[in-house]
């Protein structure tokens, strides 16, 4: 695949990027370089190798999800300013 400047000034359209004339002629290279190692890869012979999605194993590194006690309703209110069993009572704040 031959990259021109067309192709250049399009990706760059796509990437928001202005490039100058003297960027322009260096990302040409530098995308057909890209493309040169990409057609190296696509000659070796991957017959037996199965797909994978990454290089590493990927595996959950969260811990299990553990149902604990929660606060006391009646000790979290105590501060309240105003006094509710149930929720704190604030001030309507939008019309």
Do not use: C, W
């Not at 012979?45 to 299990?64: A, Q």
Request: hydrophobic fraction near 45%; glycine fraction near 4%.
């Amino acid at each position: 695949m031959n990259i021109d400047t067309e192709m250049v000034d399009y990706i760059a359209e796509l990437s928001r990027l202005e490039l100058q004339t003297g960027e322009k002629q260096a990302m040409t290279a530098q995308l057909e370089q890209i493309i040169a190692y990409m057609n190296v890869l696509n000659k070796l012979d991957t017959t037996g190798v199965e797909p994978m999605s990454h290089v590493f194993p990927v595996k959950n590194v969260l811990r299990e999800d553990e149902v604990v006690p929660s606060q006391d309703r009646a000790e979290l209110l105590a501060g309240a300013p105003v006094p509710d069993e149930e929720a704190f009572l604030v001030p309507k704040a939008v019309d």
